[in-house]
């Protein structure tokens, strides 16, 4: 009897490493990492912070090592972008309101260009990464996706990028989960990309159950949700 249980642990320890070796995920040269928004004014003390934000910069600095392609974005908005409740009379932040292109959230004033609150974090520590797209600086449409503005039309080039780079798998993480994470992700899939979200590199705001319906979303685009732990340590 002693035998048999040990043998049975034995046998079960086996089979989930066997188990974790075949789940983890090696990325190789047709994978990128996304880094979204990892910018002071979505971190503790900014504009628009997003809780427990500054949690995802050690995750995403241990995933980085494994990508040889990382891009990283920037939300950089005008001073007065139509995105910012201060510019709508009577509006607070986290109300909506309907703009040509559809329904708009409306955010405290953040990431300005230029400014201290737009810059990436300094804890980052990602040397290679290749490319910072910028979106959101048109002053009358909001850019949440790395990939297209909130017209669903204005590209920011990068599936083009990816693309000509011959990427065809794309891992995202940063801030903010239900927002630009996600919108990321779902034009990442409508652009054929292969789409991971490594939920611990990520956080969100979570308003008027905006976390929940980006997590179903995503999930019915086919976007896999991940941990870093799934992510094999070298590239
Ligand atoms: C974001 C709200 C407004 C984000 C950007 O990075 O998720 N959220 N602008
Ligand atoms: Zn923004």
Request: proline share 3%; hydrophobic share 45%.
């Given at each position: 009897k002693v035998l048999a249980g040990v043998s049975t642990v034995a046998l079960a320890s086996l089979v989930s490493s066997k188990?974790?070796?075949?789940?983890?995920?090696?990325?190789?040269?047709?994978?990128?990492?996304?880094v979204i928004d990892v910018q002071n004014c979505f971190l503790p003390g900014g504009s628009l912070a997003v809780k427990e934000g500054e949690q995802v910069v050690p995750v995403i600095n241990k995933i980085a090592k494994s990508f040889a392609n990382v891009v990283m974005t920037q939300d950089w908005h005008t001073p007065g972008h139509v995105s910012f409740a201060s510019v709508h009379s009577g509006k607070k932040p986290f109300e909506t309101i309907d703009l040509p292109y559809?329904?708009?959230?409306?955010?405290?004033?953040h990431c300005v260009q230029g400014t201290d609150g737009a810059a990436l974090s300094k804890d980052l520590s990602i040397p290679q990464a290749e490319l910072i797209i910028r979106k959101g600086f048109h002053k009358d449409v909001?850019?949440?996706?790395a990939f297209l503005e909130a017209d669903g039309k204005t590209t920011t080039g990068l599936a083009a990028y990816l693309k000509s780079r011959?990427?065809?798998?794309?891992?995202?993480?940063g801030l903010a989960t239900d927002f630009c994470v996600a919108w990321t992700a779902l034009d990442a899939r409508?652009?054929?990309?292969?789409?991971?979200?490594?939920e611990d590199a990520c956080r969100g705001i979570d308003t008027q159950g905006s976390l929940a319906k980006a997590w179903a979303d995503m999930a019915k685009a086919g976007v896999?949700?991940?941990?870093?732990?799934?992510?094999?340590?070298?590239?």
């Amino acid at each position: 009897k002693v035998l048999a249980g040990v043998s049975t642990v034995a046998l079960a320890s086996l089979v989930s490493s066997k188990l974790w070796a075949a789940t983890a995920i090696k990325p190789d040269d047709a994978s990128a990492l996304l880094v979204i928004d990892v910018q002071n004014c979505f971190l503790p003390g900014g504009s628009l912070a997003v809780k427990e934000g500054e949690q995802v910069v050690p995750v995403i600095n241990k995933i980085a090592k494994s990508f040889a392609n990382v891009v990283m974005t920037q939300d950089w908005h005008t001073p007065g972008h139509v995105s910012f409740a201060s510019v709508h009379s009577g509006k607070k932040p986290f109300e909506t309101i309907d703009l040509p292109y559809g329904k708009q959230v409306l955010w405290p004033d953040h990431c300005v260009q230029g400014t201290d609150g737009a810059a990436l974090s300094k804890d980052l520590s990602i040397p290679q990464a290749e490319l910072i797209i910028r979106k959101g600086f048109h002053k009358d449409v909001d850019s949440y996706s790395a990939f297209l503005e909130a017209d669903g039309k204005t590209t920011t080039g990068l599936a083009a990028y990816l693309k000509s780079r011959k990427v065809k798998r794309v891992f995202v993480a940063g801030l903010a989960t239900d927002f630009c994470v996600a919108w990321t992700a779902l034009d990442a899939r409508k652009a054929g990309f292969e789409v991971y979200v490594v939920e611990d590199a990520c956080r969100g705001i979570d308003t008027q159950g905006s976390l929940a319906k980006a997590w179903a979303d995503m999930a019915k685009a086919g976007v896999k949700r991940i941990q870093s732990g799934d992510i094999a340590a070298t590239a």
